[in-house]
């Protein structure tokens, strides 16, 4: 039996890529901090199969509960980091903006270098074992968007960290393997208002584009055909331009959250 530990499992990707990963036979260690959520995930499966704990990311403590899920689970095969929170446009709530940039880059650099250091320990890995580390970003870290500034720089700052990660553990031999998961508008809390429905992924269809992506190790991971054109024309676009596209609005004000 196959393990994974899922870093915010209880909606949207995290939950889905959960439910799959469990339904195909695997371990699943589960952390976040919607503690009912988590229990239905340990009733619907069994806790020999779902093995839960709360985290909170942006706390001191979450790397204790870290070793704590991986004492339960043993070495995991596959790593995912999926906990995030996000906001859209109105007036900048310094709050908000503050939350989503600790749990995005404070909270994955505490988890994720915490379990990097766990690989470099732990004999179940070697040259012929490695872990897959996948971090689910976001293609609004393409470029900065106006509707969600927090959001978009903190995305871009968790691809640059896989980025320097997956040098560092080939400069130090680590056995890891790192993919920098880049979904677009996929149907959870936190999809932007006025989206166009012929824009949506469904969580399923997010779901299995990423567990092919990270089953082949794929450095950087965007799906389908739609994001890839999308994330290409955005490159193409001038900063000058970009920042001048005040155009792109969202009906509604809201603060949602993913995970």
């Not at 942006?58 to 906001?87: R, S, Y």
Request: aromatic fraction near 8%; glycine fraction near 8%; proline fraction near 4%.
């Amino acid at each position: 039996m196959r393990t994974a530990i899922i870093i915010g499992a209880t909606s949207g990707i995290g939950r889905q890529l959960a439910c799959s990963l469990l339904e195909s036979g695997w371990r699943v260690g589960i952390a976040w901090r919607r503690e009912d959520r988590l229990r239905k995930l340990v009733d619907t499966y069994g806790n020999d199969r779902a093995i839960a704990r709360y985290m909170d990311v942006t706390q001191n403590d979450a790397p204790c509960q870290l070793d704590n899920l991986l004492t339960e689970t043993g070495a995991p095969d596959l790593f995912l980091h999926v906990a995030g929170i996000g906001n859209e446009e109105g007036p900048l709530n310094e709050e908000i903006e503050l939350k989503i940039v600790s749990t995005h880059c404070d909270g994955m650099v505490r988890v994720v270098s915490h379990f990097i250091n766990y690989i470099k320990k732990e004999p179940y890995y070697s040259d012929k074992r490695k872990v897959c580390i996948g971090i689910v970003s976001s293609l609004a870290g393409t470029k900065g968007m106006g509707v969600s500034p927090a959001y978009s720089a903190s995305k871009k700052m968790q691809s640059t960290y896989v980025s320097a990660l997956s040098q560092h553990v080939r400069m130090h031999g680590i056995p890891a393997t790192l993919s920098d998961i880049r979904p677009g508008f996929v149907d959870t809390d936190i999809l932007l208002p006025g989206t166009p429905p012929f824009a949506i992924m469904s969580v399923e269809a997010a779901s299995r584009q990423i567990l092919k992506g990270v089953a082949r190790r794929k450095r950087i991971i965007v799906f389908d055909w739609r994001y890839r054109m999308l994330s290409f024309a955005w490159s193409l676009i001038p900063r000058w331009l970009w920042e001048r596209m005040t155009f792109v609005k969202t009906k509604d004000n809201h603060e949602g959250f993913l995970q």
